[in-house]
């Protein structure tokens, strides 16, 4: 059975820490890994990522997937309030068209 | 530009009636997904529609939902005879054709069923 895990499932830290997220995957057929960010209702695009030890870099945020181990992590640095939010992990394969999400990992940062 | 809408944004309904929620997908998405979201959980797909083809329904929980997409564009999900456990966030998403698996998400449905 395809799944995507998460952790850890939530964290609280404090402005100006650096956290890293974990997403681990068994899916068959593995076409590309996505994270979002979901701070109310509607998940926002962060990263898409097909090959394994290029690191995607936006901002605070970073992202690396091993396709070997077959896990991603979502690096955030010098976290801000405005990072408070549930971040999700996607797989998607190249059999279908489901992308298969992680339950998330709730992010608090604390003043 | 207009992203994805969808609407009702909160749905209260007794158990035992039918709901129909509504997507309205980016102008010229070709895909367009629907997800349930339970309270901490992740994103449960539901079904997903490609252009003229014919739909992805393996998610549908139960042959109480059904979904469709009209004209290529906009999609109702429909749920019968409500149950409690149907309560949940839904979501919609639509995506462009390519190889750019970037979804954009509607700010979903809160469905509650007393």
């Known amino acids: 059975e395809d799944k995507v895990v998460q952790s850890p499932l939530s964290l609280v830290v404090h402005e100006g820490d650096t956290v890293t997220l974990n997403c681990s995957y068994e899916?068959?057929?593995?076409?590309?890994l996505l994270w979002y960010k979901q701070e109310k209702k509607a998940p926002t695009f962060l990263f898409m990522l097909?090959?394994?030890?290029i690191e995607k870099k936006s901002g605070r945020l970073s992202s690396i997937l091993d396709k070997k181990e077959l896990f991603s992590i979502l690096n955030i640095t010098a976290t801000q309030t405005g990072d408070s939010a549930v971040y999700l992990c996607?797989?998607?394969?190249?059999?279908?068209?489901?992308?298969?999400f992680g339950t998330g990992t709730s992010l608090t940062v604390i003043p | 530009g207009a992203g994805v809408s969808q609407s009702p944004s909160n749905k209260v309904t007794e158990k035992g009636k039918d709901v129909e929620l509504r997507c309205d997908p980016i102008?010229?998405?070709?895909?367009l997904y629907w997800y349930r979201q339970s309270l901490g959980q992740g994103l449960e797909f539901l079904i997903y529609f490609q252009g003229n083809s014919a739909p992805d329904k393996s998610g549908l929980p139960s042959d109480r939902f059904s979904a469709e997409r009209t004209g290529g564009s906009v999609s109702t999900l429909t749920i019968q005879r409500t149950q409690q456990e149907d309560s949940a966030v839904y979501l919609c998403?639509?995506?462009?054709?390519?190889?750019?698996?970037?979804?954009?998400f509607g700010p979903g449905t809160r469905l509650t069923v007393t």
């Open positions: 996607a797989v998607i394969s190249n059999t279908g068209n489901q992308f298969y």
């Open positions: 998403a639509s995506m462009p054709s390519g190889a750019n698996y970037e979804q954009y």
């Open positions: 102008s010229g998405h070709t895909a």
């Open positions: 097909t090959s394994s030890g």
């Open positions: 899916v068959t057929n593995f076409r590309s």
